[in-house]
Every structure is written in C-alpha cells, then in structure tokens.
DNA sequence: TTATATTTGCTAACAGTGTTAACTTAACCA
DNA sequence: TGGTTAAGTTAACACTGTTAGCAAATATAA
C-alpha cells in the first residue's frame, strides 16, 4: 500500500510550501503583511486549501514560533557548550542570544513581539521550553560556583533574560544608526554586571 | 466674535469625545480590538467625521502615545525629585517606571509594544523626550558621584532602560501568577545589581 | 466495469477592517 | 432671500480571516 504514503508524504509537501510561501512574504514584507490570500496567491491554490492545512493564521504563526524557539535552543546549546566555566557560558549565551535576534528579525519578533503567547500556551511549547531549558542551566551552573549559593534560582533566570530581551528590543526599535560594535558594548555592559553581581556577591 | 471661537471649542470637545470614547473601547477590550466604526457608533456620528478630527487611525494612537508618555515623564519626575542621592533617585524611577506600567498596562503597551515607533518619530515627539530626560539627568547625577567618571553616559541609560522594559516585558506575557512582591524582588536584583556597577565600580 | 462514496478544490459569501468619494442637508453671511 | 461654505451622511473600494456549499476528480465496493 505505496498509496497511502505518498498521499501522506505529498499532503507533508503542501504544508511544507504553504510554509515556505508565507516565509517568503513574511522576509519582503515582513509580518503584518502576511495574510492567507497572498500565500494561497503565491501556491496557486485557493484559499481554502490553506485551512485544510492549518486550522487558522494563528496555527502558521505557530509553527514559525516553534521554529524559531528550536533554532535558538540549538543555537544556544552550541554556544553554552563551547565553554566549562559557568561566567563564560553566560557570557557566550548572551552573545549569540543577541547574535540570533539580529540575524533572525522574524523569527524574534514573532516570538517576542506578536505572538504576545500566553503563559499556558509557553509552557505547551516544548521547543520553547528547550530554549529556557539552555539557559536556565547555565545560570544554575553559575549559582553553584557562587560564592552565595542561596539566591533565588528562578529570579535571576528571570533578570537574565529580562535584560537580554530588554537590551534587544529597545535596541530593534532604534533604526540601524550607532554601530554594530557600540551595541555589542551595551550588551557586554549589562551583562558582566549581572554575572558579576551573581558570581562574586 | 464669539461664534468662531465656540466653533473651535465644540471642535475641540469633539475631538476629545472621539478620544474618550476609543479609550473606553481600549480599556474594555484591548488595542487590537479598536476600531474606527466601533468609536463612530460610540459617539453616534457616521465614520467619516471622525476622518475629519484625525488624519487616520495611527493619528489616534499617537495621540495616546503621548498622552501615556508625559503621564510617565511627570510620574518619573515627580518620584525622583523625592531624593537627593543618585542611586536612590536610579532605584525610586525603577519602581515608578514598573508601577506605571502595570498600572496602566493600555498606555505601556502602545508606547512600547504595539506603536514600534521608528526613530524618526520617536525624536519628533516632544512627549517621549521628556520621559527620557527625566532617567538621563538621574543616570548623569549618578556618573558624577560615581567613582570613575569616564563611564560612556548613553551606554548607561541605554542599559538602564533596556534593563526596566525588559523586566516589564516579560513579565507582561507572563499571566498574573507570582504575587506582586515577588515581582517587584526580580526588579530590586536587577536595578541593584546596575546602580552598584555604575557607582561602586 | 459500473455505481457509490470520499476526498479535493473551487466559488462565493459573511463579517469584519481602514479609508474616501460623492451627495445631501444645515448653517452662515452678504 | 440667494449663494457659499461647512457638517454629516450613505455607499463604496480594497483589504482582512473564515467558512458554507457545490462540482469535479479520485478511490472504493459490488
């Protein structure tokens, strides 16, 4: 029975281009622009076929979100695991941290900026779990060569993405002005403060 | 002549009403929910008049925007000409800056959220200058007290408000979980962690 | 092979959105 | 009172997400 697997590997296919459809839009238009017509425009296809696909709009910004949470995490991991010493990693999980935010505007915004995901909804994404779980790990390694091991673990996770998504939003919504390297100075600065008053305290 | 000035007070009570009456819908259902229509059946005028108070719809929120942006000049100025010493000035605008965003959640989220306002703009609206004034004479009072002067005094203020609309960003997607006090610990850490690298360094 | 059932994709519509052209009516002024 | 301006209306345009209903192609069963 080959039928009913190519029927499947075909429906995988269409997905797959009503994906690759709206990406194309979202990277010349950017996301407000997206919208079901131009991506059934753009597959030749009518409209509906689109919902046969996904439930809604929402279900593709979805699965961007997914993408976008996984190619982080793996990013992150990568860095995080280049270095031993806790102070290092986060250092390093900072960087590309803000690296992927500025190589990937889509992808952030959408996971940071649209999406605007409720709690319940955070915590059903299991790829963005993985992404918290990268970081949340550095810091714990960080906490246990501190010389104060009694710190709220969960705060400082807290107050380290905080500046990190902090730093990387108010510096997208600034137009291409200062350059790269002063921002990247913005960042260094913030964030050995965190480490310092983590590590040393 | 007081005819031509009743004119252009009823204009501008019209002008106010329309405002009034979109905020109503904002509070009741959030900015994305706002519309032109909804405002017109509101004040019981056909749409097009509203056309004739404000260019477009963007007009409208920037006129909140602006709104929410002295609302948050003044609170800041207020709060930081209770003290004297540049740290505790550094740490009482970190607290009013949070309160007043989760107090009034609707103007935070235009400001910072939704208008994603390009720099040009952002220069161009005397509003928001003012607002930035208010954390960069508090961040330039703390560089002078400090024990190295040479500090890049815009890397700073950067940081510091990077750091502020961080907290409050993520901590905006989370639903109400964590009691208010355990939230307002997450900022302590962070905005103490900051002030002693700016000062005791 | 033919008849039935199912899937596939379409058109067209519904209920919204921002925005504007064209028209009517009311108010004003000479 | 007649002519001009301003105020406010209806109705449309061009979009948006979403879905009901129908036609054609395909697969299954007799």
């Known amino acids: 029975m080959g039928i009913a697997e190519r029927k499947i590997r075909q429906k995988e296919e269409f997905r797959a281009s009503i994906l690759e459809a709206a990406w194309l839009q979202v990277l010349t238009d950017g996301w407000q622009s997206l919208s079901i017509r131009k991506i059934a425009d753009a597959i030749e296809y009518s ?12 279900a593709i910004l979805l699965e961007f979100t997914k993408e976008g949470c996984q190619k982080l995490a793996d990013h992150l991991q990568l860095v995080k695991d280049k270095h031993i010493e806790p102070a290092a990693q986060l250092e390093a999980i900072a960087n590309a941290y803000w690296d992927f935010a500025f190589e990937h505007k889509e992808y952030y915004q959408l996971m940071f900026g649209l ?6 909804q955070v915590n059903s994404i299991s790829e963005m779990k993985n992404m918290t779980m990268v970081m949340m790990s550095a810091i714990k390694n960080a906490i246990s060569v501190s010389k104060n091991k009694d710190v709220d673990f969960f705060l400082k996770y807290h107050t380290y993405l905080s500046i990190l ?3 990387v939003s108010i510096e997208m919504i600034q137009k ?8 990247k100075m913005i960042l260094q600065d913030a964030i050995s403060g965190f480490i310092q008053s983590l590590i040393l305290k």
């Open 165 to 167: 998504h902090g730093l």
């Open 176 to 183: 291409e002005g200062k350059p790269a390297e002063h921002k």
């Open 115 to 120: 999406g605007i995901p409720a709690c319940e």
């Open 47 to 58: 409209v509906p076929v689109i919902y046969s696909h996904f439930e809604n709009k929402e």
